[in-house]
């Protein structure tokens, strides 16, 4: 028995076209392998847990749970109208991945790989709690942007563990955090190095985006995981008041989602999960979650005595219109309110996906490109010669027999060697092209044979002709199932066709009785594509204000002060660029401002100046600036600003 799993989506938000580069190409991989006679178990479900859950229930003024509820729903009611079927959809907050997880946790700690260590977290005095992930903002230690209490999301993009950010603020309250000492509970990762690179180089298969990035990190880096939280809404850690962190009960939902999945189909779970080093498990993921499956998933399944997985495939990234997806800047398509909403055919956006490029380089989605895809592939070469051919053959005949063209069969035989052969390597892309390709020849085979004329002349050859397109179409339904299930299951019932194995496209048809045929696809009409464009413009714009637009929850985040200049100097080389010394209260600051067309270095010292204290540390003429003044832009030359009256460096502005 083969698992596949994939990514779980995050029960925080709606489903956008970034989520279907994963469970899309898994889902037609599954298809597909089911097809080639392989038994199959596609699991996956909602992750449930996590501080920016409980920070979005708290805004909205609901459970962690009502949120979860309705994001659950939504991610299920998606992915049946996308036709991506799970044989178990779960979630992880639900009992049996609460036992599991602790059964696993245990057994780590049994096993001697969790340690208790007294750390320093950030403290919020006026809410009195400890600020886990999402509930602090500060300063990244490795390259000091503006970062997230969890990852330096702005800046270099690593994971912080807790008590690593500096200058922590409480993001509920915007108050100054302090830090304060609290136990906590380690994963010895660093245990597993050798484990580590030993699986990731000889025996873990799968994407090479996703293994060398992998491989990098064990070699590089690699620190023990810190694996509780200051939490209530999770999964309990044994024995304190303490909650596990996400990234330790959401993999193992791949495991308990299994139990489940078994318990229905009367299957054993441990087959899969307890047989052996490696077990046939293939995880789809995206390419920002390769450290979590690759590094601290094995080794926590290595450490608790679970089988390891097989091959870990991670999709490209997604952009639209040609910039970096974000939902922030309304660079986005949501599945629901745009796609679906707008009434185009699922399989037109699960062709899209899989056929773009390869599965491992970056997916762009833009209308246009969409819109000419569908119409000329979809529409041009595949929808077009199936209902060419078959309505020819029900107008004409209604019932055809004979025998199917060598030339045919022989090019069917060579087009499932080639999907099956890129199935095996997850080139998706190459499934689909393999199946146009079917359909090319079909339209160039129909067009020579020229049936309208031969019908007139041999009804008998011109049916032979038409038998062997006929067969064609049946491999073309058969063989694009798995990526367009929708639409060929209506054009299986219509011709009376099995999909349960690719094999069954080389078995000759020797007679069929013909039903009337329906057009199987409806052109993209350019009108609604530039609809689509339109709401996407209008979304950017809405963005691009939001960004200008700021409320006091945004100015709170700003930590500006009046600082004393006490000391400045030009520096050599520049016309504007003075370097000061600038007292901002308990210490002193060393900045760089473009002041020194306007000012003299003795003119500045011992004046009051507002001071932008946490902005992230910059080199100008190779001087590092710790900070910004703030002037006035008068005609373009910087105008100081200062109090009306003497405060003491270090006041707030506010």
Not at 163 to 172: D, Q, Y
Request: glycine letters at 6%; a neutral charge.
């Amino acid at each position: 028995m083969k698992l596949v799993t994939c990514g779980l989506p995050y029960a925080n938000g709606k489903a956008h076209i970034g989520h279907l580069r994963t469970y899309v190409p898994a889902d037609v991989y599954v298809r597909y392998l089911r097809m080639m006679g392989e038994e199959v178990l596609f699991i996956c479900g909602s992750d449930c847990h996590g501080t920016p859950i409980v920070v979005n229930a708290e805004k909205e003024g609901i459970s962690p749970k009502e949120l979860v509820d309705r994001y659950h729903e939504h991610f299920q009611r998606i992915f049946k109208k996308l036709c991506v079927e799970f044989d178990f959809y779960g979630r992880t907050d639900a009992d049996y991945n609460h036992r599991r997880t602790q059964e696993i946790v245990k057994k780590l700690i049994e096993n001697g790989y969790v340690y208790a260590k007294e750390i320093e977290l950030a403290y919020c005095p006026k809410c009195d709690r400890f600020l886990p992930d999402r509930y602090v903002e500060g300063i990244c230690p490795y390259c000091g942007a503006i970062a997230r209490g969890d990852e330096c999301d702005q800046g270099c993009g690593r994971h912080l563990e807790p008590g690593e950010i500096k200058e922590p603020k409480c993001k509920i309250c915007g108050s100054r955090a302090e830090f304060r000492k609290q136990k906590h509970y380690f994963f010895k990762l660093t245990a597993f190095r050798d484990f580590l690179i030993d699986y990731l180089e000889n025996k873990l298969q799968g994407t090479e985006n996703a293994l060398n990035y992998a491989r990098q990190w064990v070699r590089s880096e690699l620190r023990d995981w810190c694996i509780t939280r200051n939490l209530e809404w999770g999964v309990k850690f044994p024995g304190e008041d303490l909650v596990v962190y996400v990234w330790v009960d959401a993999p193992i939902g791949y495991i308990s989602f299994t139990e489940q999945a078994c318990r229905l189909k009367g299957l054993d779970w441990k087959e899969i999960w307890q047989n052996g080093e490696i077990s046939d498990i293939t995880h789809f993921i995206g390419l920002d979650i390769v450290y979590h499956h690759c590094i601290f998933w094995p080794a926590m399944l290595k450490g608790a005595g679970y089988s390891l997985p097989k091959a870990v495939v991670a999709s490209g990234m997604v952009k639209v219109e040609g910039k970096t997806f974000s939902k922030s800047r309304g660079y986005v398509v949501w599945v629901e309110d745009d796609y679906l909403r707008a009434g185009f055919n699922p399989d037109y956006l699960r062709y899209y996906i899989v056929n773009y490029t390869s599965h491992e380089k970056d997916l762009n989605f833009s209308w246009r490109v969409f819109m000419e895809k569908v119409n000329k592939e979809v529409i041009g070469t595949l929808g077009n010669f199936i209902y060419r051919v078959l309505h020819f053959a029900w107008k004409n005949f209604g019932t055809l027999a004979g025998e199917v063209d060598g030339v045919v069969m022989e090019k069917i035989a060579e087009v499932k060697e080639k999907i099956v052969s890129a199935i095996r390597r997850w080139e998706f892309k190459e499934a689909s092209d393999a199946f146009m390709e079917l359909a090319k020849f079909g339209n160039e085979y129909f067009q020579s044979k020229a049936p309208w004329d031969l019908i007139k002349e041999d009804r008998k050859a011109c049916e032979k002709v038409l038998i062997s397109c006929v067969q064609i179409v049946k491999a073309l339904v058969i063989f694009s199932y798995p990526v367009m299930p929708k639409t060929m299951k209506k054009l299986a019932e219509l011709l009376s066709i099995e999909l349960k194995s690719l094999d069954e496209a080389l078995e000759p048809i020797e007679r069929i009785e013909l039903k009337k045929p329906f057009i199987p696809f409806e052109k993209v009409d350019e009108k609604k594509i530039e609809e689509m464009e339109r709401i996407m413009m209008e979304r950017i714009r809405r963005a691009e204000r939001a960004e200008v637009e700021i409320d006091i929850k945004d100015f709170s985040k700003l930590d500006i002060r009046i600082g004393k200049i006490v000391k400045a100097e030009k520096i050599k080389g520049s016309r504007k660029l003075m370097k000061l010394e600038v007292d901002v209260g308990g210490e002193v600051r060393q900045i760089v401002a473009g002041i020194a067309e306007v000012y003299e270095p003795e003119e500045v010292v011992g004046k009051l100046v507002p001071v932008l204290v946490n902005i992230k540390p910059a080199k100008l003429m190779g001087v590092e600036s710790m900070g910004m003044v703030l002037a006035a832009d008068v005609d373009g030359k910087p105008v100081l600003l200062h109090p009306d009256r003497e405060v003491p460096p270090g006041s707030k502005v506010r």
